[in-house]
């Protein structure tokens, strides 16, 4: 079988993994760089792994689509999900518990809103490497941000009460991994990342449901503990998984499965994304 790993980066400790465990099996493995050509039909493989989630990795993806080629994860769901304001609508009208999240122009439009009383957190209304993710407890700091990222649409969500550690939750292909991660939000040194004994009840289900809410086979996401119950504050389509032992053979599963034809790749529903995916 040949499987495609749309990337500018195969070297990536998942992809490299799972490129081996492949490799050992038989399999071809092939990169399929962004802004690459459309591969001519006796040169397309069997199905393509989406990791890049670049304009020229989207568009790409979408013409191997439309050739009949399956992409993991979908050219519509991966870029539905770098949207956040998309992204909190969505999960919002599935019933799942994500921050409340506003969507703004850029960081003046916030600071014309008046002062800041309470601690935000901002993002980059699209997600990307290198995006603006930062705390805001006071003007001052809204205003570095204003000066270092003009121009920036970004989103605005209230800096919910925790611990200070992230719950970061992968899935592929309904195989679930967990880690807690200290929180870039938090204030001082950051601390290394923590294994997961057990995650509360309800979580792992809540967690497949997301996948199932935005069309997605690989993916992230991150919960706070709020007392007790799970805030979502992020939703990522196919992140690094680094370190997550089992990861690449699901990943490796995954591709062998969808390649042959015995499962479909998840879609995002356009009806319940109001029909923008």
């Known amino acids: 079988m040949r499987i495609g790993l749309l990337t500018a980066a195969p070297d990536h400790p998942l992809l490299a993994d799972t490129t081996a465990l492949l490799t050992a099996a038989g399999h071809r493995v092939e990169q399929l760089a962004p802004g690459d050509p459309l591969p001519e039909p006796p040169s397309l493989a069997d199905v393509y792994l989406l990791k890049a989630r670049t304009p020229a990795a989207l568009a790409l993806a979408g013409q191997l689509e439309d050739s009949g080629v399956p992409v993991v994860n979908s050219a519509a769901s991966t870029g539905f999900c770098q949207d956040r304001v998309r992204m909190a609508d969505l999960a919002g009208r599935a019933g799942l518990p994500f921050a409340a999240t506003t969507g703004l122009p850029d960081l003046d439009a916030l600071a014309a809103r008046g002062p800041v009383r309470h601690p935000l957190v901002v993002k980059s209304r699209l997600s990307r490497r290198g995006d603006l993710v930062a705390r805001v407890a006071d003007d001052?700091?809204?205003?570095?941000?204003?000066?270092?990222?003009p121009g920036e649409p970004v989103v605005v969500q209230d800096l919910a009460p925790g611990?200070?550690?992230?719950?970061?939750?992968?899935?592929?292909?309904?195989?679930l991994f967990a880690e807690l991660r200290h929180s870039e939000l938090a204030e001082g040194e950051r601390q290394p990342s923590r294994a997961v004994g057990e995650l509360p009840q309800g979580w792992a289900e809540l967690a497949l449901k997301v996948g199932a809410v935005f069309g997605l086979d690989v993916y992230g996401v991150d919960i706070l503990d709020v007392g007790g119950a799970p805030l979502i504050v992020d939703v990522n389509a196919f992140p690094g998984i680094r370190g997550q032992q089992?990861?690449?053979?699901?990943?490796?599963?995954?591709?062998?499965?969808?390649?042959?034809?015995?499962?479909?790749?998840?879609r995002i529903d356009r009806a319940a994304a109001g029909g923008a995916a």
Not at 140 to 149: F, Q, S
Not at 163 to 175: I, N, P, Q
Not at 246 to 266: D, F, K, Q
């Open 140 to 149: 001052r700091r809204l205003r570095e941000l204003a000066d270092r990222w």
């Open 246 to 266: 089992g990861a690449p053979t699901a990943l490796a599963e995954l591709a062998v499965a969808v390649g042959s034809g015995l499962r479909r790749p998840s």
């Open 163 to 175: 611990s200070g550690w992230d719950h970061k939750l992968w899935v592929v292909a309904g195989e």
